[in-house]
């Protein structure tokens, strides 16, 4: 059975059949008499190894190791569908766990949900920390840039870590931001009888012998040549890595405010370049979405580079020339044009891909370019704009404004 086919899942089922019980270091002492009797007459438990030991003492019918990937264990969990299954899950099941997984292919009226306090919560409660005034962030799985965006002076995150080697990457990763004097907390096996607090500075990160299960808490520190990234649209230019093919800070700054970002839309960037406007646009939410179009190879790489960087790794970058490398991708809800927009076919194909309601913003220097903006407003309306800013420069022994190159943008919505 593939995914598609379990999301057909009928949600005319027995109630409540699968049940997804939190468990935490401390095993089967920690959890209620209700959450011991759905393990004890569960016909399925399902959970990592280290769930599935800690609660070996109540399991009777079969048990079902997570596969990789996860999504694998599925078609089973579904084919034992109106009889008692039970899903072991560390802490919260929905605070990033499986919950959200099982929730697309499980109607939630199928669903019991017993949490136990989460990794964050407990951390929370070790470190005195209340958790709506701190970020929590996961690590696991995820690259480690995830982090950048969120390190900001005085800030309090919780970072659920990949494994052993999470804190000390951490570390080197602050301390090369300029941000070494933050404090760490490491906090191993929360919950358990291996339960283990320690601290120590970025720049002094002397720790051994962390335990895989840990997480971590970091208090932002910022030196005053720290890199921290501005919470505003339009990024100093000198934090991109550029062969000139940039969108400059002040047009960007312009160019983000047209295409209007909104939480969870993605975007579609044709003709990369740097991946500016790309990256700017991922920044604005954690649930941001974006793809990168760009045919030449040293510009992907750069691109990759700088997403990286800047704290979005999750820019999905597609190597080619529009309109033919726009084929088969997902359906945008905002398209930004910064380069070969006067190819042919390159309109045609983002306005057809374009959701109802979505927005195109296209900026351009050339002539030739700007001359098809002008027809395509006639016919198709929106807002036509000229750009330009000047800077003040040494000109001999005094200053005079120097312009820098206009940028013709149009920005329309599709009907």
Known sequence: MDLQALETVSSESPARWLALVGIGEDGVDGLTEAAKALVRSAALVVGGDRHLALAAALI?????????????????????????????????PFHYGVGRMLAGIVAPAEILSLPQPSSFSLAASRLAWSLPD?????????????????????ARILALSWDET????????????????????????????????????ASGFDLEDIDPLNLIGIEVIAAADATVLPLA????????????????????????????PRQGELLWDVGLGAGSIAIEWLLRHPAMKAIGIEERAERAARAARNAAALGTPDLRIVEGRAPE??????????????GGFSDDGVFDAVWSALKPGGRLVVNAVALETEARLFALYAQHGGELLRLQVSRAEPVGTMTGWRPAMPVTQWRVRKP
């Open 325 to 338: 490398a726009l084929n088969g991708l997902p359906v945008p809800d905002a398209v930004f044009v910064g």
């Open 60 to 92: 009777h019918g079969q048990s079902l190791a997570w596969p990789r990937p996860m999504t694998l264990a599925f078609p089973e969990i579904v084919a034992h569908r109106g009889r008692p299954v039970v899903v072991l899950a560390s802490g919260d």
């Open 134 to 154: 701190l970020t929590p962030v996961t690590l696991h799985g995820r690259p480690l840039e995830t982090i950048i965006r969120h390190l900001q002076p005085g």
């Open 233 to 260: 649209p339009g990024l100093d230019d000198a934090l991109f890595e550029s062969d000139g093919q940039l969108t400059k800070r002040d047009i960007r700054a312009v160019t983000l405010s047209a295409l209007a």
């Open 166 to 201: 999470t804190p000390r990457k951490l570390a080197d990763l602050l301390v090369a931001r300029g941000l070494g004097d933050s404090r760490i907390h490491v906090l191993e096996a929360l919950g358990g009888p291996r339960e283990r607090v320690r601290h120590a500075p």
